[in-house]
């Protein structure tokens, strides 16, 4: 059963990749780019839901984690020139300014530097509960975009970052995404994340179950960070512009309504939400341009996040497990499927 | 003696809530602490796993002041805590739950056989391994919770009323399981307000009133004790 699961999951990341072979050279340039984000925001939402939905901890700081992986793998990119025409205002410290680092280790670097950052956060914030953690993240979070705009000799300030190496293609971005849900999954599957689980369900139990709470949380906080930064770096690669203004609130909200939708502790949930609504938010987008209804031209800016704003209400009131709940995806479940079928329609003949 | 509590003081503002409590546990026997609501019975217990910071008294287990010792650590050291109102963990599997009862340990093959000793214990348990703790009913989220305590191998096991909004039937259950767990060398602490229950099947008893220990003896004597009769069995009470 086990060997045979396996077989399949390879043949399915075999499939994958010829998918991602064809279409690397034959989707034009637009679909490129939103398969792409549609990569990065699945990171991205595997990432927070293993803080949010795994272990339970409201954060709302991520768009922080992402602004620090984004700047480093930016800042480690960046050929020399580059540099040298963006930081026009004051230049850049040493030794950033002489060094130049192929992308994966710059990744890392970033995916690195955000979990460090997040430790410091942690140290504090991780001792607060429910809301007051949301709210004191949400506020690191925003600190951290302030800091990024008023360090000017190194982050370039409010004028960002222009002309970082595109190496973001599909074969990075879903690379990295698989490595992403495959390490989650085991870590979701392990002790710890038993332990991340059992502290989302009930702290005092769970350290009565000699669960060591702080560090715990530590450990899931750092590894979401990691995984944020990562994405980070990917989107200003892939983007090749970054400014402290894109890491605003409004990101976080977006990573949320991936994972509130998908199933606040479904890795398959996050996952089918990510892309759904990356792509929704591409074909939606006439909402927000002029729209002929025969009698009048009207346009209302905005109009597209108003409709998952309501569509997040909706899920809230309504379907507060979201798509998946805490359900995923199963070979085994998927082949009983495929099995009874044949068999109800024997039945009725 | 495994657990030694001495003069403990403890009180929540002004007020003590504890004034001067000396309980013993002897090794392999059950002891119990019966008392009325506000005796002092929850905030013993409190003490013993660092809950509270007592205002003054040693809470000694063997050798071992328990004084400076966290909650989470408290496991490694052969004591395990059945909390008041059971707290199973809810979204998470009946084996989920048991497994988690022995996240301190390392021995694998122990586990192992210790997850069929719990499942003989509770058949229930086993026939509901793959359902989510949270959607068991009462009784059986009290066998989870006795059950996963047990998976930490404790020595000694402490349990804040266990009977707490149970039907008598599953009480009796419930009790009945917590002299086989004895008899298989797992000393017991029983915090219980229905004292009749309680005094049935411990070696020892001690009677809590407003703070202080007002009566001590074996199960028997506390049962027979016309105070004790009075104050908390009411007149005609059989089990």
């Known amino acids: 059963m086990k060997k045979r699961n396996l077989i399949l999951t390879i043949i399915s990341i075999i499939v994958l990749a010829i998918f991602i072979f064809y279409a690397d050279s034959n989707f034009d340039a637009y679909q490129v780019r939103i398969l792409n984000l549609c990569a990065i925001y699945t990171i991205l939402g595997l990432s927070m839901n293993l803080i949010n939905g795994f272990t339970g901890l409201f954060s709302l700081g991520h768009a922080g984690f992402m602004a620090v992986g984004a700047y480093t793998t930016a800042l480690l990119t960046m050929s020399l020139a580059a540099k040298e025409q963006n930081f026009f205002m004051q230049p850049l410290v040493a030794p950033l300014n002489s060094i130049v680092w192929p992308f994966l280790p710059s990744l890392l670097a970033g995916g690195l530097m955000a979990a460090f950052v997040a430790y410091l956060i942690g140290a504090p914030a991780l001792r607060l509960k429910g809301d007051y953690l949301a709210i004191a993240t949400l506020g690191f979070g925003e600190i951290i975009r302030v800091i990024f705009t008023n360090t000017q000799n190194i982050t370039n300030g409010a004028l960002g970052l222009k002309g970082i190496p595109s190496s973001t293609n599909l074969w990075w971005s879903f690379g990295i995404a698989i490595v992403t849900i495959i390490v989650l999954l085991s870590l979701i599957n392990s002790s710890y994340g038993r332990a991340f689980k059992a502290i989302r369900e009930d702290e005092i139990a769970a350290e009565s179950m000699g669960i060591n709470l702080f560090k715990h949380k530590s450990i899931s906080f750092m590894i979401g960070a990691f995984f944020a930064g990562v994405g980070g770096g990917l989107l200003g690669s892939l983007l090749g512009t970054i400014d402290p203004l894109m890491f605003r609130f409004l990101l976080t909200f977006n990573i949320l309504l991936i994972i509130v939708l998908g199933g606040m502790s479904s890795v398959t949930g996050t996952i089918i939400s990510a892309f759904v609504i990356t792509i929704a938010q591409e074909v939606l987008r006439f909402l927000d341009e002029p729209m002929n209804f025969g009698f009048a031209v009207v346009q209302i800016t905005g109009l597209r996040m108003v409709i998952f704003s309501a569509l997040l209400m909706v899920v809230v009131l309504f379907y507060r497990n979201g798509l998946m709940g805490s359900r995923e995806f199963s070979w085994d479940k998927l082949i009983k499927l495929f099995k009874r079928n044949p068999l109800v329609k024997g039945g009725t003949k | ?239």
């Open chain 2, 1 to 239: 003696m495994m657990l030694k509590i001495e003069d403990l003081i403890v009180s929540y503002g002004g007020i003590e809530a504890l004034k001067g409590v000396s309980i013993e546990v002897e090794e392999g026997k059950i002891i119990t602490l019966v008392g009325a609501n506000g005796a002092g019975k929850s905030t013993t217990l409190r003490s013993i796993v660092g809950l509270v910071k007592p205002k003054s008294g040693k809470i000694i287990f063997e050798d071992k002041n328990l004084q400076n010792v966290k909650t989470q650590d408290l496991i490694k050291m052969g004591i395990t805590l059945v909390p008041e109102g059971r707290r199973v963990f809810p979204n998470l599997s009946v084996l989920e739950n048991l497994k988690l009862g022995a996240f301190v340990r390392k021995d694998e093959a122990n586990i192992k056989s210790d997850l069929e000793w719990v499942y003989s214990l509770f058949p229930r348990l086993k026939e509901r391994t793959w359902q989510l703790a949270g959607t068991l009913s009462g009784g059986e989220q009290q066998m989870l919770a006795v059950g996963r305590a047990l998976m930490s191998r404790p020595r000694l096991m402490m349990m804040d009323e266990p009977s707490l909004g149970l039907a008598p039937l599953i009480v009796k259950e419930i009790f009945r399981i917590i002299k086989e767990v004895n008899k298989k060398g797992v000393t017991i602490l029983l915090i219980e307000q229905n004292a009749n229950a309680a005094l049935h099947i411990a070696d020892t008893g001690y009677v809590l009133e407003t703070g202080n220990i007002a009566l001590k003896g074996t199960g028997k004597e506390l049962l027979s004790n016309d105070d004790v009769k009075k104050a908390y069995l009411g007149d005609s009470v059989h089990l």
